[in-house]
């Protein structure tokens, strides 16, 4: 039970976390630059698995 209780632990952490750091993201960077920002990072990731896929 001890490593189901720290990993529900540790995702409540990490998900209040992530809360208050959208927070603060939200209210000093336009919302269309983070769409923007996010965008870009799919891409890349997109771009990186056709590579993985091609190459092996």
Do not use: D
Request: aromatic share 8%.
């Amino acid at each position: 039970w001890s490593t189901a209780i720290g990993a529900a632990a540790a995702l409540m952490s990490v998900s209040a976390l992530a809360l208050l750091a959208g927070k603060f993201i939200a209210k000093r960077v336009p919302l269309k630059t983070v769409q923007r920002i996010g965008g870009i990072c799919m891409l890349g990731l997109a771009l990186w698995t056709a590579v993985e896929i091609f190459t092996g």
